[in-house]
């Protein structure tokens, strides 16, 4: 069987293909080794797509790419595959192209890709595409003053229905595809790094020096592996008093739970979003010196079958769990004048909740309040707990937390390379779970307050380290009576102010 081409996919905003780096020399290099990677280095293609134009959007690039990546195959040969290695927004941009033209339409059987390596892509968005177009252009050391286009940035907004739609096949639908089983399987990878390059730091968006990622991109929004919870309020009984209506309707129920297919995630120590210092793909260097990314990009390449697939994730799983141990999750950092600084680089989670009610209208006129204690107290959550809140700027009732996982789960003391402890010992406060409260009085059409039901545990049940978890929360949308009624009488009476009545 003749080797895989290899494929580059850049990122979010890019103008040259100088964005690659080394990279490609690097990777042929390894490949000319006894024993190296098995690809044709002979045939390295730089992907160059336009993302800074506002018409065009990720599907309209994925469509792009199938046009491109067929015709270097067609003069490549007959059944010709090809590896990609994508980096930022080129993950969503390659993920795309696999649903649209192989998964969707059910060809799967004919997917010439072989391996998709995506380094830090942006696969549930990035915080930083709410800042809008203007204000990303003048973060010059991420974006070189390009403006990055709308179509791209609307996809790329934390909980964007278009990522979401995305995400949610790959929760649902892809693990009974079995992408890495039969004849020409399709294995996905995720590497991304959790260190911020402070050179670059943007000190007006806060964004660029967020722990928990590497300075655009989340790891919870890098890794594939991730979870979808439903949750719904139970339905009225009609004519039910209102008082036990709204007493029973008050807890919601669990509806649904679905994890994805393992998909292997590595976090490279070390290594930032861009930049030729500490970027995952920028700083690869030429030469026969060790670096992170080659490492692992050589380990998901070498990956032949599903077993060493399997095997490879829980290399890296294990290998994260090392690494974000408590006593070497912190980063010392010496500052001029200033004393030296100290960044806990703890694991975080994020949540992105669908607030919708069960005639799927999206509510964003609802204070969703997360609870901590027997007592589910928003005053009882822990220091810390909350990193960011955003809220989709095109989908009301679609909000995105991110958590610090640590600090809700509790951690032992941290100390110092010193030995000093640099952050206590921090003690959980469980359970932890939610309150809807809807804003506003008594209306003809309502949504009741309701939160999480002492049946379904906590948050912690549903939330892991350095992933994401879409939760639903259905609601009833309760008319009352008194938004048609019949009369008798044939005197004419106005009935503006008549009492709302029942539940229907």
């Not at 009984?237 to 008050?250: H, I």
């Not at 930032?272 to 970027?279: E, P, W």
């Not at 009741?448 to 639903?472: K, R």
């Not at 008194?482 to 005197?491: A, C, E, H």
Request: charge should be neutral.
């Amino acid at each position: 069987m003749a080797k895989p081409l290899l494929v580059f996919v850049h990122g979010w905003s890019v103008t040259s293909t100088a964005t690659y780096g080394d990279l490609p020399a690097r990777l042929g290099r390894e490949a000319a080794r006894r024993g190296g990677p098995g690809l044709d280095v002979a045939h390295v293609y730089l992907g160059q797509y336009v993302s800074f134009r506002d018409e065009v959007r990720v599907g309209d690039i994925a469509r792009a790419f199938d046009h491109a990546i067929r015709g270097v195959l067609a003069g490549a040969g007959r059944d010709r595959r090809f590896a990609c290695i994508t980096h930022s927004t080129g993950g969503p941009v390659l993920r795309e192209w696999l649903d649209r033209f192989y998964v969707r339409p059910g060809r799967l059987a004919d997917c010439p890709l072989s391996h998709l390596v995506m380094l830090a892509p942006a696969n549930f968005g990035s915080a930083l595409a709410q800042l809008g177009k203007g204000r990303l252009a003048g973060i010059r050391a991420w974006f070189n003053g390009i403006e990055p286009g709308q179509g791209v940035l609307d996809w790329l907004e934390l909980a964007s229905p278009e990522s979401l739609a995305l995400n949610l096949r790959w929760i649902h639908d892809y693990p009974k595809l079995h992408l890495t089983r039969g004849p020409r399987p399709v294995f996905p990878f995720v590497l991304s790094g959790d260190a911020i390059d402070r050179k670059l730091y943007d000190h007006v968006n806060g964004y660029t020096g967020e722990t928990g990622g590497d300075g655009v991109v989340r790891l919870a929004a890098a890794n594939l592996n991730a979870r979808h919870v439903v949750l719904e309020q139970p339905a009225p009984v009609p004519g039910e008093a209102l008082p036990s209506a709204r007493k029973r309707l008050r807890d919601l129920t669990l509806a649904g739970n679905t994890r994805s297919a393992p998909t292997p995630f590595r976090i490279l120590p070390g290594l930032s979003h861009s930049g030729t210092d500490m970027g995952i793909m920028a700083s690869v260097p030429n030469d026969d010196r060790p670096h992170p990314t080659v490492d692992a990009v050589l380990r998901c390449l070498a990956v032949a079958d599903e077993p060493g697939y399997v095997a490879l994730g829980q290399a890296f799983a294990a290998e994260n769990r090392l690494h974000q141990q408590p006593g070497r999750r912190v980063e010392i950092e010496k500052i001029p004048v200033l004393p030296d600084r100290r960044y806990v680089h703890d694991p975080h989670s994020m949540v992105i909740f669908r607030l919708m009610d069960d005639t799927g209208v999206r509510l964003g006129n609802l204070d969703l309040l997360l609870t901590a204690g027997p007592a589910a107290d928003p005053n009882q959550l822990p220091e810390g707990f909350l990193t960011d809140r955003q809220g989709n700027r095109r989908a009301p009732g679609h909000l995105s937390f991110f958590l610090n996982h640590s600090a809700l789960a509790g951690s032992p003391p941290i100390p110092g390379p010193d030995g000093r402890i640099v952050l206590p010992e921090r003690l959980p406060r469980p359970p932890y779970g939610l309150k809807l409260q809807p804003r506003g009085g008594e209306q003809l059409v309502e949504h009741w307050a309701a939160q999480m039901g002492a049946d379904l545990g906590g948050l912690l049940d549903i939330i892991e380290p350095n992933q994401t978890t879409i939760i639903d929360i259905v609601m009833r949308r309760v008319v009352r009576e008194g938004v048609f009624r019949l009369g008798r009488s044939l005197t004419a009476r106005d009935f503006r102010d008549d009492p709302p009545g029942g539940a229907l």
